[in-house]
T-cell receptor
Framework: GENVEQHPSTLSVQEGDSAVIKCTYS??????FPWYKQELGKGPQLIID?????GEKKDQRIAVTLNKTAKHFSLHITETQPEDSAVYFC??????????FGTGTSLTVIP | DAGVIQSPRHEVTEMGQEVTLRCKPISGHNSLFWYRQTMMRGLELLIY????????DSGMPEDRFSAKMPNASFSTLKIQPSEPRDSAVYFC???????????????FGEGSRLTVL
């Protein structure tokens, strides 16, 4: 089955700086890569996703890049704000199959 | 549009008791997933259903765990008998698969926090 690895497990940045979280996957059949943000006491919430026919996607301060050849994808958050502090999960999925999640990155934005 | 609805939000029970967690997926979604989240193991998939049919239950820890989906708008996860090591947050999530005309996005409920004493 698929194996998703996520790094780093914890990340601290100064407010206004950028944060980058990286994931690798093993199954070349995976074609959908979502990112989730989980705040304390809440369920994971989808913040951005990318499909295998696209190399980059942007939504305001958040961007995701995908390198299918190398089987890795990354989340980029620019101009970080304290409210960006949360746990972020990456995931990979092949159409119709289950989602495979990374182990999470705890992001702290220091005011 | 209501999201995935889970109940109860919190449950405290004693070892040996039966626990039933409930989930109402987003209307129209055809896939439903049950996850367990702990600090040690992260998000673990327990079981998922497509069109109310269990597809993969290999993540169910043992026979004490069972899940049902009697119709498209309701699912239960049951633990009988419960043990302290079952303490975790249990999430239900739903999606409308690409093959069913959706985009495959997965939406989570707020979770049920279970504490077994």
């Amino acid at each position: 089955g698929e194996n998703v690895e996520q790094h780093p497990s914890t990340l601290s940045v100064q407010e206004g700086d950028s944060a980058v979280i990286k994931c690798t996957y093993s199954d070349s059949a995976s074609n959908y890569f979502p990112w989730y943000k989980q705040e304390l006491g809440k369920g994971p919430q989808l913040i951005i996703d990318i499909r295998s026919n696209v190399g980059e996607k942007k939504d305001q301060r958040i961007a995701v890049t995908l390198n299918k050849t190398a089987k890795h994808f990354s989340l980029h958050i620019t101009e970080t704000q304290p409210e960006d502090s949360a746990v972020y999960f990456c995931a990979a999925r092949e159409t119709g199959n289950q989602f495979y999640f990374g182990t999470g990155t705890s992001l702290t934005v220091i005011p | 549009d209501a999201g995935v609805i889970q109940s109860p939000r919190h449950e405290v029970t004693e070892m040996g008791q039966e626990v039933t967690l409930r989930c109402k997926p987003i209307s129209g979604h055809n896939s439903l997933f049950w996850y367990r989240q702990t600090m040690m193991r992260g998000l673990e998939l327990l079981i998922y259903f497509n069109n109310n049919v269990p597809i993969d239950d290999s993540g169910m820890p043992e026979d004490r765990f069972s899940a049902k989906m009697p119709n498209a708008s309701f699912s239960t996860l049951k633990i009988q008998p419960s043990e302290p090591r079952d303490s975790a947050v249990y999430f239900c999530a739903s999606s409308l698969g690409a093959r069913a005309g959706g985009n495959g996005e997965l939406f989570f409920g707020e979770g049920s926090r279970l504490t077994v004493l």
